[in-house]
């Protein structure tokens, strides 16, 4: 199986309505990384007014250290002048995006869901090309990324981000979301969800494309200086997963959202 397999490039889009005129939800889950918070937070406040009427801007906190919501109250978050909130789930389980990333979409309102990792973000001008395309329906969107890092090496890879997508909250109910048996709790490892996701799409006769005229931006671990260490074991338990699940042997879960979880902020323009 590709990794980029049932990926095009995708232009024109020829939805019905721009993100402006139907709204959008931004989903970021987090583990306890105050410092890409930090730089993602001043990011969304550069946001121009425009941008802010029409996006809502969704954290989910998988029950890291410190909380996300106790970051509001500190110097650095202050005067929040966009759509924002913050869900907590209340009990660790150990790498659970999928789970996060199904709360956030579940709890959003709108047509059209963006996810994006806690290391990465739209700058304001990609934000606004963004929100003013027609997505359709029946495609998942993905975009080249710029990466900042002083690491040469890294620096070169713009291939599309994997997790980073806009899609219809429909077609994601329809098909059940991510599997939350990537999970590390139950699982016993890491990644993986959301190429499992991408088959999901494929098998029902849905289109991936890259947009590649708007470019998502990357914060690598040696700008940020924050890491969450993974091994390369834990990764091989959730890729023999993956392989599992797309050959039939093991069943695709139908269980989302198996864990306690609370809005511990909320604000509204």
């Not at 989910?60 to 970051?71: E, I, N, S, W, Y």
């Not at 799409?201 to 990357?218: C, F, K, M, N, S």
Request: hydrophobic share 35%; net charge neutral.
């Amino acid at each position: 199986m590709s990794k980029d397999s049932g990926v095009t490039i995708k232009q024109p889009m020829t939805g019905k309505k721009s993100l402006y005129e139907s709204g959008l939800t931004l989903i970021h889950p987090f583990y306890g990384e105050a410092k890409r918070f930090k730089l993602l937070y001043g990011n969304w406040m550069e946001y121009s007014v425009e941008i802010k009427d029409k996006l809502n801007i969704v954290v989910v906190d998988d029950c890291g250290t410190p909380a996300m919501h106790d970051l509001m109250t500190s110097a650095y978050v202050k005067h929040c002048d966009f759509n924002f909130d913050i869900f907590r789930i209340t009990k660790n389980l150990r790498y659970n995006t999928p789970g996060a990333l199904n709360l956030g979409i579940l709890a959003s309102k709108t047509e059209y869901i963006l996810i994006m990792d806690s290391d990465c973000t739209f700058n304001p001008e990609e934000m606004h090309k963004i929100m003013e395309i027609k997505p359709e329906d029946d495609w998942t969107y993905r975009f080249p990324r710029n990466r900042i890092t002083n690491n040469a090496h890294w620096k070169t890879n713009d291939r599309y981000l994997p997790c980073t997508m806009l899609f219809n909250k429909d077609e994601y109910l329809h098909i059940n979301g991510f599997d939350e048996d990537f999970t590390g709790e139950y699982s016993k490892g890491y990644a993986f969800f959301d190429n499992h996701f991408d088959r999901k799409l494929v098998d029902r006769g849905l289109h991936i494309g890259i947009i590649p005229w708007i470019t998502a931006t990357e914060y690598m671990d040696d700008f940020v200086g924050e890491r969450i260490s993974r091994t390369k074991n834990e990764e091989a338990v959730n890729r023999k997963l993956m392989y599992d699940k797309v050959n039939k042997t093991v069943p695709e879960s139908k269980h989302v959202l198996r864990f306690p979880w609370e809005r511990t902020f909320h604000h509204r323009r």
